[in-house]
């Protein structure tokens, strides 16, 4: 939908532009599926699903902001290519989620028996996220216009807040874990 809003304000200089920016996305979610379990078996479920959402929100942030500030300062480089970077950092992010997703929603479960249902639901929150973004763009092209640099801007930079929000649940989660921990070693001192 953003390359879409981008092709009137940024005339791509031929076809393959706009292709290979697409395709950057699913690229990088193949090497990031592949990297994403290897990674939890190296560092643990969790930091490395804590490195593959900062990775997400970063290249969230940076699809964002492409062209206006980064790497591509002083070089000779489109904004389709530098987009495409980006978007294969994303999909590096994305990727890495899958499988570690999964298995942090299994083992996470108390029941063995529900544990597919948790990793279903875990999965079919992506038909949100589909549907959300579809209607953001639409809020933004009403909002904004058709032309507006800022609408696709704000599509593809505002894909870092479902990251955000699992990064500030987790570190929230974590707090409230080790504050609940230190309370009751408390009480059991006291006694």
């Not at 940024?10 to 193949?30: E, T």
């Not at 643990?44 to 206006?68: E, K, N």
């Not at 029941?111 to 999965?123: C, I, P």
């Not at 570190?171 to 609940?180: L, T």
């Amino acid at each position: 939908l953003a390359l879409t809003l981008m092709k009137s304000l940024y005339p791509p200089d031929n076809a393959s532009d706009v292709y290979i920016c697409s395709s950057a996305l699913i690229a990088g979610m193949i090497i990031g599926q592949l990297g994403g379990g290897l990674l939890g078996d190296w560092l643990g479920r969790h930091a490395a699903m804590a490195v593959v959402m900062s990775l997400q929100v970063a290249a969230a942030f940076g699809s964002g902001w492409v062209g206006w500030i980064g790497f591509s300062d002083g070089i000779n480089i489109d904004i389709y290519s530098s987009l495409a970077v980006w978007r294969l950092l994303l999909g590096v992010g994305c990727g890495g989620v899958y499988p570690l997703a999964a298995s942090i929603a299994a083992e996470s479960s108390s029941a063995k028996e529900d544990r597919g249902k948790l990793v279903a639901l875990t999965f079919s929150m992506q038909g949100v996220g589909y549907l959300a973004v579809s209607l953001v763009a639409l809020i933004l092209v009403r909002l904004l216009g058709e032309e507006s640099d800022i609408a696709w801007r704000l599509l593809l930079g505002l894909g870092c807040i479902p990251g955000l929000a699992l990064i500030c649940f987790r570190v929230h989660r974590r707090r409230m874990e080790s504050s609940n921990a230190q309370h009751s070693s408390n009480i059991t001192i006291s006694k």
